[in-house]
Nanobody, 123 residues
């Protein structure tokens, strides 16, 4: 597994960004993929996760209705569409491959982590 996250940047509040997470070495793994974020001075928190085969999704309450996670199995890529961005969404966003096919919200249930992509939302 080799994860590459991209798509971060600076945007004004109310704007949108789409993050991408490509697993260049995904083989037969069907494990879920999740997005987490860490704001300065805060702990890493769960954002969203998706099961690789069925596409089942879960979201943190703070992003529900604004963010959408999806995956392209041909491209081995998971996306995080972020709409109606708020100042409090500012953070470094990480993608990770889980230990199981079921999407989970606990960071301890994820094994492989990408390097992170920074999102800055100005108010």
């Amino acid at each position: 597994v080799q994860l590459q996250a991209s798509g971060g940047g600076s945007v004004q509040a109310g704007g949108s960004l789409r993050l991408s997470c490509t697993d260049s070495r995904r083989t037969s793994s069907n494990n879920a993929v999740g997005w987490f974020r860490q704001a300065p001075g805060k702990e890493r928190e769960f954002v969203a996760a998706i099961s690789w085969n069925a596409g089942n999704t879960i979201y943190a309450d703070s992003v529900k209705g604004r963010f959408t996670i999806s995956r392209d199995r041909v491209k081995n890529t998971v996306y995080l569409q972020m709409d109606s961005l708020k100042f409090e969404d500012t953070a470094v966003y990480y993608c990770a491959v889980g230990l199981r096919p079921v999407p989970e919200s606990s960071s301890g249930r994820y094994r492989y982590w990408g390097q992170g992509t920074e999102v800055t939302v100005s108010s």
